[in-house]
């Protein structure tokens, strides 16, 4: 059963990335959540949540700290169970089959230490059984693609943040996946290059669309980068506003970020996060 | 340049400094002795209290006998330390792999700690007999505590955090094992490897101190009678001789094997 589940974004894994970069959309599922609640024994963290996510769509998930929005994004991804209600991902349903389905990108780049750069992100790869070399080249293609060439025997260590964090996106981008999951991808870096690698990323997802799921604590950074912002409240979470990000977008972060609509947006989703975060 | 400048002196100081230091204390205990401080306040014929340069010519008239020994003790502590690494790191992998084991195992591993091993070692002679067999496995009892602890410290240091990235990057558990939690653990593996070339010759001078033919721990032992004491104290000089390259050795072999720390 798994194993039919993992073949699929295998074989398509390898389609994406080989070089010219792909024209045509990767593989995306829609995400639907229906009732979704969650409770670390008597703790409550989640309660009813009700979410639907189109196939290629980016949901940006925002709310203040311990709301359990990371939780919510595990539960997504089929690293955990819900304690109730249902996820459905392209259908599938089982914690088991959502994991095959979705990437997870933390919080922190968490490049392992000992694999060079391009080992690293050729990891999804090489997990779903391609040889060493095989998964080099597929993964070298994107390096040139994602301003990273030059640096693929480099070891984490030797790299800067906004360049860990890319071949973390990298390394979660090539497993071939019609979901990624990605936890507060830029939280540790520096406001400039945070800047920096949200512009990068949005110009990553318009070249590469993907079903996208972005936990972030920034209102700015979920507006900017996703169609639609769902605003969680504080401990247990519920979703207390679900707005539209303005469209069309200016590709430059600045002139985006600073248009009329945007910031009537980010009005408006930080007036629902201030009331969310009073509690009941 | 300029950093590697740096770091040459940093690496000459690290030597300099305990050099001066030795070389200080040796001339003062030198010193004692040529006036035979020490003998006096001890009470004691300056036979007994060999100086520096008479524990120098102790050595120097005894290499082939040191040598001999040096030998049979070396066997005994790396055949020791390999059975220790060898079981030790698969105790520890079991530990790690299996949570009733580790429920189970661990409190007995540190309990076993508080078993003087003075007092085991004449029993394991009583049975293994007054071959190497009891000091390899006294050698190996001493070292598995610290190999197999630091062992399960390093597979258990892996981020819970990773441990998700590479289950949803479709890693088995097999995978996670050999590409993320084996070589999280090898800096520790080297700690407790570090440790344990330490106590090793604690071990094997022990073991044949319960009985043996041969080894330096039998030679310091047997120059007891006849107050050899220089020749004692050369003897300790090539035990903790050995206990320094093997130190070298495992540092060593740590920088080829882990290149990312």
Known sequence: MRQDTRMEPESQGSQTVEAPPPRQPAPADAVVLRGVGHAYGELRTLEGIELELPAHGVLGLVGPSGCGKSTLLELICGLREPSEGTISMGGATAAEERLARCAFMPQRDLLLPWYSAIDNAALALRNQGMGRREARAAAAGLFERFGLSGFQASRPAELSGGMRQRVAFLRTLIAGKPVLALDEPFASL???TRGEMQEWLAAALRADPRTIVLVTHDVEEAL?????????????????????????????????VTDPAFVAAREEALRALRHGSRGS | MH??????????RRWLFPAVLLAALIALWQLACSTGAIADALNLESFLVPSPAEVASALWENR????????????????????????GVAFAVLMHLSRVLRDAAYPLIVASQAIPIVVIAPILVVWFGYGITP??????????????????????????????????????????????????????????????????????????????SSGLGRLVQSDMAYFLVDRQFATVFVLAAMALALIGLVALAERRVVTWR
């Open chain 1, 190 to 192: 520096d406001a400039i």
């Open chain 1, 224 to 256: 900017y980068l996703s169609d639609r912002v769902a605003v969680l409240s504080a401990r247990p979470g519920r979703v207390v506003a679900e707005l539209s990000a303005p469209r069309p977008r200016a590709a430059e972060r600045d002139a985006a």
């Open chain 2, 3 to 12: 950093d590697r400048g740096a770091k040459g002196t940093t690496r000459w």
């Open chain 2, 64 to 87: 082939g006998l040191l040598a001999e020994n040096a030998w049979v003790t070396l066997r005994e502590m790396l055949l020791g330390i390999l059975a220790a690494l060898v079981v």
């Open chain 2, 135 to 212: 000091k390899i496995v006294i050698v190996a009892l001493i070292c598995f505590f610290p190999i197999t602890v630091n062992a399960l410290d390093g597979l258990r240091s892996v981020d819970p955090e990773t441990v998700k990235m590479m289950r949803s990057l479709d890693a088995s558990r097999r995978q996670r094992f050999w590409r993320v939690e084996a070589p999280a653990a090898l800096p520790s593996l080297f700690t407790g490897m570090k440790i344990a070339v330490v106590i090793a010759p604690i071990g094997a001078v022990f073991a044949e101190w319960a009985g043996s």
